[in-house]
C-alpha cells in the first residue's frame, strides 16, 4: 500500500483527512478501526498503536 | 510477594468469590486451523507462547496475587468427528471452575478433525485474559510456530499502571467526575425482559450479517431496538472497552477491558445516521476516560446490589478478524464463551464473513425469547441500514407490534361467575355470603333470593339497578348475572338528568328501583354481557362500557390468584356499585367463597372509624381507592388511626399513588399487610395490571398484567389486549392492534427494568379527580348550558400540596354569570364540578386556533393565604387545601362548595393532625360552614397517639409565645449540653468572647457535681479552666424538669445522638425538651444537624418540610426541633438554627465517640481500611463554637448552614491515617465490617452500624453556607490529620505506629 493510499483508506475510516504527523488515536481512531487497519495493512495492532501517525505507519508496512 | 489485584482482576475475583464453584467467569475460544499442521511444533510454539504470558500463571488470594509457574499443564490432546462434536466437548470443558487460589487459570486443546483440520481451543478464566489478551495470544503462537519473531510487555508494568491510577494520581478523580457528571439524572436502563441474578447459564444465537457493522452502527441500531420494544425515550447500553491504547496492557495478554454505560437519547424522528453520529462523538468524549471501573461507577450511582443496573444490553463490536497463519495452515478463530452476561449481549465479528453473536442470561430469557429479539434486532438492521436517513418511526410501526408483557396464561380456566357462585353456595350453603351492620345472609339465601331475582327480570337483556349499596343491591346484581343479562349500575344519588340521559342511551329492558322493578322499551343488543359501566368519554358524553361475561370470569380466574383471596377471607365493600372496584369486591369474594362485608356511611366518618370498623368486624382484606388510601396513611403515620389487625391485604387503584404515601404506609405497617397497586381502565374489566409496593422501591409501580392480560407499549402509550378486554363501548367496538382486538389506554407507561410498568400521565387531557375520570369536554358541555357563559374551557390542576382540582375558565356572555356551581350540580357529579371559576375576556388559544390548554394549565389560581387567624383559619386553610378552592368565607357551606364523602374524610383527618384530637365527621355534617366548625370543634389536649410521628409532634402548641424577659447586666445565657464535645466548646467560647453568666443544666447528683462534670468536659478537650463564679451549675435532666427562669439567651445544644435509636426513644430528649425550652419565651440559638436536609443538589440555608429523606429517629427528632423553631419564630420569638456537620474536633483533639474515629480506630486495629467513596461535609467544633457565638451575638436569625470547608472525602482521609504510618491495605466494606466483627467489642460495634445502615447514606448536595462566609476556618488536610493521630496515640485511642495489634 502506498502512502497516498494509507492515506486514502485511514481517511475513509475516520471521515476526515489527517495530516501526517496527526494522533490517528486523537482523530477517532478507536481500537475497532486500528484492528482493521492492523489486519488490512498485515500489521501488529501493538505497533500501530505504540506510534499512532500516517508517517509512522507508513515506515511500518515499509519494513 | 504478593502483588495487590488490579480493579479490573478485583472485580472479578470478587464475583468469583460471591458465586464459588461457578464456571461463569471463564471465556473459551477455538482457532479453526485448516490445512496441514505440525502437532509437535504447535505444542512447542503454543508451550512458549503460554509461558511467556504471567498473567496466566498468577494465584490470587485476598493478601493478592503471586506469579509463579504452571507446572505440567496439558494440552488435551483428541480426535473429534466433527466440529459439532468438538463444540460439545469444549462446551463440557467450560463447566470446570478454575481455583483462583491454586491454578490452573487456563486449560488447552488440540482436537484433530482430520488431517488437514484442526481445532486449537482455549478456556482462561476471565481474571488473566480479556477478549484482546486471547488476540494477543492466538497471535503469538501463530507467529512462534512459523518461526517469526514476537514478544509481550511487561506485566508487572500493567499492575504499576493500574496501582497508579487506583492509588489516585488524579486521573481517576478526574475520570469519575466525568462518569457520574454523564450520569446524572439517568434512567434506569431499559431492558428487554425483567432484570434477574447473572446465571451460570447463556443461551446463544448466531447469526450471519450481510455487510461489516461498524461498532456506532451497531449500537445506534440496538438503541432503536430497545426503544421501539420498550418505547423508551433514554436506553442506556453498555459498550466494552479494551482499555489498552496509550496503556502499559498494549501488548500484555491480561484482563484489562471495561465496560462503559453509553446513553442514548431516542426519538421517532431520529434516523440510524443520526443516532450513529450521536453514538460517536460519545464514545470520542468518553475515550480518555475508559478507565474508570465500572464498579466503582456503580457504586458512585449507588447501583450496586439487588437487580439495579449501570446500563441495558451490551454491544460488542470484536474487530478480531485476524488472519492467522501457522505455516501454510491458516486459521479463523470462533468464540465460545464470552464469559458472564448480565442482560443481553449483541457480540459483532468477523469470521470469515460479518456474524452477530447474541448471549442473552438464561434466567432472564428464553430461547424463544432470544431468538425472536434476535430476528427482530437483525431486521430492523437491515431496514435502518437500506436507508441510513429515513425517521426511525417508518421502519419501526410493525415491530411493536411485539407483546412487550404478557402475563401468562391463566393458572385456573376461566369460568362464567354465574357457575362460581352456584358452586361455593352448594359446597358451602351456611357460610355467610354478604354482611351488613350484623345481619348476614348465607351463601344459600343469598342464592336463593338471586334466583327469584332471576325470575322477575327473565328474558332481559340489561337491567338497570339503581340501589344504594346493601343486600338487596347485592342480590340483583347477582340474580342478573344468574339470568344470563348484563347489569347497569346507576347511583341513586345522580342528578335526574344525568339518569335519564343514560337510560335515553344505554335503553335498558329493565330498571330496578327502591320502588320496585320495572320493564322498559329495551334495545337489542348481544348476548353474553355481563354488565354496562359509564365512564366519561373523549366525546363530552359518557360512554358505556360492554362487558362480557368471558372477559368477568377472565378477570376472576386471573386476578384470585394473583390477591390470593381465601374462602375465609372477609372482604371490605368500600366502591360505588357504579364503579368498577365494585365488581371487583363482589364477584372475587363471592366467586372464592369469601364473605363481603359492606361498608355503611357511618363507617365515614372518619378514618380512624373506618378501621375501627373494620378491625371489629374482622375483615382481612381492603379495597381503598388510592385517594381514600392516601387519608388512611396519612391517620396511620401520625398515629391517630392503626391498621386493624386481621387486615392481610390492602389492594388500592384508581389513581396514581404518591411514592411519599407509599413510603409512610411501609413505615407506619411494617410489613404487616401485603399492598397492591392495581391499574386498569374500564375498559378492560377492572384490573389489567398489579404491582405488589414492597419497601425500598423509589418508584410506585402499577406492576405486570395479571394472567390472560397482554400488553404493548406503542409510542409510550399502552395498548391493552387478552381475553380481559371488554367488548366495547355500547355504540362502538374498541380498536385493534396487530389484528388483534386491543384498547388504548390513553395512559403513557415506561417499562422498568425489572418488567415492572410505570405510569407516567395521561397522553390526552383527560384528567382524574377523586378516583372519577374527569372529560373536560363534559364539563365545558354543560358549562355552556348556562345563558350566562359564551364559551369554556376547563382544565385539570395539581396543586403543590398535591390537590387535584379543575379550573374554569370562562368568557361571560356580559356580567360575570353567578350561580354556575349550582347550574352544574344539576348536571354533573359533584366530583366533577369546577371548584374554582375564572373570568376572562378571552381564552389564550394556538396558532391553529384550538383553545391553548397548556398555557390555560399554567395560569396560577392563587389560593389565598391565610394567616393564623385561630380555628376558623386552620379550618378554612383545610378546606381550601382539600377542596383546591379559592376566597372561601367562613360562611361558605363546605358541601354546597363540592365537599364529598373523600373531602369530608379528608378535611376530618387533616384537622385532626393538625388540632391533635379526634374530629367526628359528623361535626362537619353538623356544622357546614368554617365558622360553624371552628365553634364547634372540641376543646381538649392532644389525643395520645400511639406511635409518636416526628410530623405530628411538629406542631407548635399555642402557649409557645415571645416574652419580654427583662434585660440583666451581665446578661445570664442558658446553654444545654454543655458537658458534651460542641457544648464544652460553646460554654468555652462564651465564657471568652461575652461576659455573660452561663447557666448549664448537668444531669448530676448536686451542683458541686455538675459543675465538676463541665470542669471535666472542658479538660479533656483542653480547653481553658472555667473561671469562678461566671458558670452556674442547674443540677437536672431536661428530659424530666422544665426549667423555669429569665435568660437573655437560650443556646440550645443537647441532644440524644444515635443512628441507630428509634424516633419514640429520643423524643424526649430531643424534640420535647425542645418544646419546654421554647417556653422559657427566651431568645433562641438551636444547634441542628445538616442532616436534616432533603436529598437533592443543594442544601438551602432554610428550613425544609418533612421528607422521606428522614429516615432514622435522630434527623426526625432534629427535623421535629428545627420545625417548633421555626414556628416559634413565626409567633414572634427571635429564633436561629445553625446546622453542623460532622464535627471534627479542634486542631489536634478527636471526638473518639465519632462514627469516623470509631472507623479509624477499627481500622487500625484490623489492619485494613474500608473501601468509603463519600464524602460529607465537616465542621471544626472551635470553629462551630466561635460561629454560633458571633452570629447570634449579630442578632441571627434564620437557618445558618455551618460548612465552611469543601466536603471530606472519607477514603481521603482514611488515606492520610494510613499514610501517617499505620499499614492499611484498602479493603471492600462488606469485606471490612466482617473482620470486625472478630474484633473487640468496640470493633464489633462498629460493625454493628455498618449491618444496621440501610445502605451508604445518599451524597449531600452542595451546602449553602453563605451566611456564616466571614469567619474563618483553619482547613482539615493532612497535617491536621496526622495531629488528630498524634492526639489518639497520647490517649491511647490508638496504638503506637508499628504496634502489632
Redesign the interface.
Known sequence: MSDEELRSYVGELLGEQPGADDDLLELGMDSIRLMAVADRLGADFADLAERPTLRAWGELIRG | MAEPLTAAQLGIWTGQALSPGSPVYNAGEYVDIRGALDERRFEAALREVIGAAPALHAVFSDAGQVVRETDGWPLHRLSASSVEEAEAWMREDLRVCADLAAGPLFAQALIRIDEDRHLWYQRIHHIAADG?AF??LA?RVAEAYSGRP?SF?SYAAVLEEAARYEGGDGTRARDRAYWVGRCAGMPAPPLLAPAAPVSGEVHRRTAKLPDRV??EVAVAATAAYLHARTGAAEVVLGLP??N???SAS??VPCMAMNIVPLRVPVSPSDTLSSLAGHV?AE??HG?PHHRYRYEWLRRDLGLVGGDRRLFGPVVN???????LRFGEARGTVHNVSAGPVEDLSIAVSDRGGPCADFDANAAAYSRDELDAHADGWLSLLQELTADPDQPLSRVWKPLTGGVVLDGGPLSVPAVPVAHLIAAQAAAGPHAVAVEQEGRRLTYRELLTSARAFADRVAGASLVAIMLPRGFDAVTAIVGTVLAGAAYLPLDPAWPRARVDGILAAARPDVLVTAGGVERRPGAPRDPGLAYVMYTSGSTGRPKGVAVGQEALAHFVAGATGVYGLRADDRVLQFAPLHFDASVEEIFLTLCAGATLVLRTDEMLQSVGRLLQACADLGVTVLDLPTAFWHEVVYALSTGTAALPPRVRTVIIGGEAALPERVARWHAAVRGSARLLNTYGPTEATVVATVAELVPGDPDVPIGRPLPGVRAAVVDGELVLMGGGLARGYLDAPFGSHAGEPAYRTGDRVRVRADGALLHLGRIDDEFKISGHRVDPAEVESALLLHPGVREAAVVGQVLDSGTRRLVAHVVPTGEEPSGLREHLAGLLPAAVIPSAYVFTATLPRTTSGKIDRSALKATAVETASRGDDGLVGVVLRVWEEVLGATGITPADDFFQLGGQSLQTIQVVNRLAAELGRDVPATLLFRHPTAAALAAALPPGARATAEAPSHVADAVLPPDVLPRAVPATRPPTYLLTGATGFVGAHLLSELLTSTDARIACPVRAADEPAALQRLADALAAQGLPELPRGRVLPIPADLTKAELTGDYQAVYHNAAVVSVTRPYSSMRAANVTATLDLLRLGAPFHYISTLAVAAPGPSVPEEYVPPHPGLRDGYTQSKWASEELVRQAGERGLHTAVYRLGRVAGADGHVNPGDLFWRIVRAGVLAGARPDLDLAEPWTPVDYAARAVVTLSHAGATGVHNLAPLPPVHLAEALEWVADDGYDLPVVPLDAWVRRLRNGDAESAATAAFFDLATGPPPPMGHVHAGRSAGIPCPPIDRGTMRRYLAHCRATGLLPAKGTPC
Open positions: 484482546y488476540s494477543l497471535r514476537g510487555g461498524p461498532p472497552v479494551m489498552r491504547l496509550g498494549l501488548k460517536a464514545i470520542r475515550r463490536v470484536l474487530p478480531f478478524g485476524y488472519d
